[in-house]
């Protein structure tokens, strides 16, 4: 079965503090994904990177930043959290562009002080 | 883009009940969709994946059909059971993007 792992389920953070959120895979997945989920918003897609060293902004890329030195690891970067961050973050994979099933990690949820 | 509408937001069921959970989209051409479910502050859990070649798929008790003509899918939950009780979220990847796009969910409680 395919794995993806986030590092933390749960994490505070003060205001202003640079925040990393890691999350790895174990099935050589092309692609990976970070999504917030909020209440009332659903799902909305942060980043998303096709290969490494490769990422592309979502619908809400604002306040974040990504990295993905390895094939298994995207890591989402929070340079200075505001309160407005604090959230449910949801990291996916899939093996290819297409027709291919997305498997989510374990969630971290995120709060802001 | 892609707009996509989960029907009922909340639904209540006694046990044993057979149930639909619909979503409706807006583009037709999709390569897939996929049906989650989602337990309080957990990730989501893959339930069944439907390719845009095919109209139905079948796990266990669970039955996720496709309509792409009219824009519909349904998860279909046979004998419900309290262990079912979770959020149902439907999800789209379409021609015009490379990643999938989400309905608000259903969020489903089955009493004993």
């Known amino acids: 079965d395919v794995k993806v792992t986030q590092s933390s389920r749960y994490l505070v953070k003060r205001t202003g503090e640079k925040v990393f959120l890691e999350c790895v895979q174990d099935?050589?997945?092309?692609?990976m994904f970070w999504y917030r989920q909020d209440p009332g918003l659903g799902l909305r897609l942060i980043y998303f990177?096709?290969?490494?060293?490769?990422?592309e902004k979502g619908d809400i890329p604002e306040g974040y930043s990504v990295s993905r030195e390895k094939k298994e690891r995207f890591s989402l970067i929070l340079e200075s959290a505001s309160t407005n961050q604090t959230s449910m973050y949801l990291c996916?994979?899939?093996?290819?562009?297409?027709?291919?099933?997305?498997?989510f990690g374990q969630g971290t949820r995120l709060t802001v002080v | 883009k892609q707009e996509v509408t989960q029907i009922p937001a909340a639904l209540s069921v006694p046990e044993g009940e057979n149930l639909v959970l619909n979503c409706s989209f807006t583009?037709?051409?999709?390569?897939?969709l996929q049906w989650f479910r989602q337990d309080p502050g957990k990730g989501l859990t893959s339930l069944l994946l439907?390719?845009?070649?095919?109209r139905e798929q079948t796990s266990g008790r669970l039955n996720a059909s496709l309509d792409k003509s009219s824009g519909r899918s349904t998860l279909y939950i046979a004998a419900s059971q309290p262990g079912d009780s979770a959020t149902y979220l439907c999800?789209?990847?379409?021609?015009?993007?490379?990643?999938?796009?989400f309905g608000s969910g259903t969020q489903l409680t089955v009493l004993p």
């Open positions: 996916a994979s899939t093996e290819g562009p297409l027709n291919t099933e997305a498997f």
């Open positions: 099935m050589d997945h092309e692609n």
């Open positions: 990177s096709y290969d490494v060293k490769m990422k």
């Open positions: 583009d037709s051409a999709i390569y897939n």
């Open positions: 439907i390719q845009s070649s095919q």
């Open positions: 999800a789209f990847l379409s021609g015009s993007a490379r990643q999938l796009t």
